[in-house]
């Protein structure tokens, strides 16, 4: 006598419904497409980002989402992000930290507040965000943390210069490392994701075609990202999908650092 099978629905496993993710720079960019992507797969999306304007109209776009705004230089502000989300929507069970800062400039113009924004945003803002969401996490029975580094953590940048940016997306890997292996057998992952070249603000001044010649011709893949292809990355490791990975990092570049 044969049996069948139960069936599978192998895309189940990407959902988040019932959990709550707060996503840094939800103002714009990819943090208003990553809130998007969490959305839609049904979680309870909180946006912090300084321009609490445009994170309003998200959250009219979104429904049951949440504002918060926040300004990540401000350990007070990123202590109250928490506080909030716990009193408004409850634990926050995915965190994607996506805020982050960067500017076209040669090392010896680049300035000393330049560097220390860059690392406060960058790498402290990450730190503290997942320290103070770590034990919530912990006593809902676990989360995913998600850094959205750059591949630009990986190798450096030049022609586009920017020292500080490389420096602090490289801190963000290792620092994933390290609270992966801190905090793996309290079931909290922590992972990073590393876009390559995608629309954003940053890349706004890439819109010329000297820009796109020069993404053509040295992207294995001879162009820019679309938003959506990092929606499959995120979903991955912000969901139980990758339930099995830990400090880890996931490269969706067109092949930028494979050469």
């Known amino acids: 006598m044969s049996s069948t099978p139960p069936s599978l629905d192998p895309l189940s496993i990407f959902r988040l419904d019932g959990r709550v993710a707060i996503v840094t720079g939800a103002s714009s960019g990819l943090g208003v497409h990553f809130a ?4 839609a797969v049904g979680a309870t999306v909180v946006l912090a980002a300084r321009r609490v304007d445009r994170l309003q109209s998200l959250v009219d776009e979104l429904p049951g989402s949440i504002a918060i705004a ?5 350990a007070a ?11 408004r929507a409850g634990v926050p069970r995915v965190l994607v930290n996506n805020a982050g800062v960067g500017h076209k400039v040669a090392v010896e113009d680049e300035d000393l507040e330049t560097f220390r924004t860059a690392m ?7 730190w503290h965000l997942s320290k103070l969401c770590a034990p919530h996490m912990r006593e809902a029975g676990g989360g995913s943390i998600v850094n959205v580094a750059s591949m630009f953590g990986i190798v450096g ?4 210069k920017q020292a ?13 490392r ?12 922590v992972n990073s994701l590393c876009p390559g070249w995608f629309p954003s603000e940053m890349t706004e001044a890439m819109n010329d075609e000297a820009s796109m010649n020069f993404l053509r011709q040295n992207s294995p893949i001879p162009r820019m990202g679309e938003l959506s292809e990092l929606d499959g ?3 991955l490791l912000a969901s139980d999908a990758s339930t099995f990975m830990t400090g880890q990092e996931v490269v969706v570049d067109g092949g930028w650092t494979a050469r």
Do not use: F, M
């Open 233 to 235: 990355a995120l979903l």
């Open 120 to 126: 406060e945003v960058n790498v402290t803002a990450i």
């Open 178 to 189: 390290e609270l992966g292996l801190q905090w793996a057998r309290r079931n909290i992952r």
């Open 36 to 39: 998007r992507v969490l959305h």
């Open 77 to 87: 502000d990123r202590e109250r992000l928490v506080k909030e989300t716990i009193e």
């Open 70 to 74: 926040t300004d990540l230089q401000e």
């Open 164 to 176: 500080h940016y490389c420096a602090s997306k490289g801190a963000v890997l290792n620092l994933t």
């Open 157 to 160: 940048a030049s022609p586009v």
